[in-house]
């Protein structure tokens, strides 16, 4: 009999860093799994909310990593390495979270990262994003294994800072019309993922799928234990599928797990700074890299042309045991200085996180499961509640480091642990 994972893992699970605070187990704590957003405290009751509406299968897509899941482990890992060194005695009355990202306003140091298959955990799932993100004053970045197109996205979210997010596959007729096409829909940047000519080893997803086809008839029937969630998808609104690049694939491999596998498989391994080098040709806007973990393809990236790079392991799913991004910052801001944009992704569940992050060097943060927590759990609604707790936790946390402005933030304010109470310098 195969060992099974839980499908609902953290609904019920005490929080493991407050064990202290317990005897015995006492007093029993649960993360808030209800229908009450403001009863929604932190982005682990948004993700209990989730595990409680959402099938096997999707939490499995939302939450899991590649084979060992190691890079996964570290990505969160790597923030609790990182304390504060806070200062008292300081005037933070007035706090702010504002900044500039790419040379517009932006209310926090936060974009929404590109995210795919967002349909099965809410039809409409990349427009409710975008409204999120409208929401909360800050990028969202639409991929293109969304379920949405640009433009549905575009007119559901007027106004969205709309950046659009770029897989190479096939020949190079199909990304030259999809850059037409963002440009037309009104897209600010572009975003090139480097890091899924291969696509990763994720093998408890796997394990919900009879092969490539289909999902198994466990995943299958477990998911119709899940009535609010069948009605308000799959009976509503279908099996969604991937309407942006549908017109590339064959007509009779346009089914949700078709294409998908089509798209893998069309995916060149040729991918490189020559392709960069074309797309930045044909793409006037700001070009962003994403998926870079390696400081000489920082280099690369400030020597190609781009407008920014964002440190990434896409969520810890494609190859395991890579360093975390955070683990990155550092040395990559030695490396680009002032020249062009550093992003972190990944893992990024807390306005701490947030907070390191930027003190480290990164000049934003993407954050991707979090809002996806919050989508899976009530909709454009609950994509904006997990952005808004980001923001306050933030906020409170600057009044307690003891700054007011995101540019006081500094490696001064860090310790790593294994340097126990020695700050970094400058």
């Known amino acids: 009999m195969a060992l099974s994972r839980r499908s609902h893992p953290t609904a019920y699970d005490r929080n493991r860093h407050t064990e202290l605070a317990q005897l015995d187990g006492t007093p029993s704590r649960r993360y808030y799994t209800g229908f009450d957003l403001q009863r929604a405290v932190a982005i682990a009751d948004l993700r209990a909310m989730s595990h409680r509406r959402l099938p096997r299968f999707a939490l499995e897509y939302l939450e899991g990593g590649a084979q060992d899941e190691a890079t996964l482990f570290r990505e969160r890992r790597a923030y609790a390495d990182w304390r504060f060194v806070p200062r008292t005695l300081v005037d933070v009355s007035r706090r702010t979270l504002e900044t500039n990202i790419l040379g517009r306003s932006a ?106 086809k289909r999902l198994s008839t466990s995943a299958a029937l477990e998911s119709i234990s899940h009535p609010r969630w069948m009605a308000q998808n799959v009976l509503s609104h279908g099996i969604p599928n991937f309407p942006n690049i549908v017109d590339f694939v064959p007509k009779n491999r346009r089914s949700f797990f078709a294409t998908s596998n089509w798209v893998r498989a069309h995916q060149p391994t040729s991918l490189s700074w020559d392709t960069v080098a074309k797309i930045r040709q044909r793409w006037k806007k700001p070009f962003i890299l994403k998926g870079i973990l390696s400081p ?72 991707g499961r979090a809002p996806l927590y919050g989508l899976g759990a009530a909709g454009a609604a609950g994509a904006a509640r997990a952005l808004e707790i980001l923001k306050s936790e933030a906020l409170d946390a600057m009044g307690l480091l003891g700054v007011s402005r995101i540019d006081e933030l500094g490696p001064h304010l860090l310790t790593h642990l294994g340097h126990a109470g020695q700050t970094m310098t400058p």
């Open 107 to 212: 209310a926090m140091p936060v974009v929404v990262s590109p995210t795919g298959l967002n349909g099965i955990f809410r039809a409409h799932g990349d427009s409710m994003l975008a409204q999120a993100a409208l929401h909360a004053g800050v990028p969202f970045v639409q991929s293109t294994m969304s379920n949405d197109t640009m433009e549905q996205v575009a007119k559901a979210a007027p106004g969205v800072r709309h950046w659009w997010q770029l897989y190479v596959f096939g020949g190079d007729e199909v990304w030259q019309e999809l850059l037409r096409r963002a440009d037309q829909a009104g897209c600010e940047a572009l975003v090139l993922t480097t890091n899924t000519q291969i696509f990763g080893d994720r093998e408890w997803q796997r394990r919900n799928q009879v092969g490539k």
């Open 296 to 367: 000489d393809d920082v280099r690369r990236a400030v020597d190609s042309g781009v407008d920014g790079v964002v440190l990434s392991s896409h969520g810890g799913r494609q190859l395991d045991w890579t360093i975390s991004p955070i683990d990155l910052v550092p040395v990559a801001r030695n490396i680009v200085r002032d020249r062009i944009a550093l992003y972190a992704s990944g893992g990024v569940r807390r306005g701490t996180d947030m907070l390191k992050a930027l003190a480290l060097g990164a000049d934003a943060v993407w954050v």
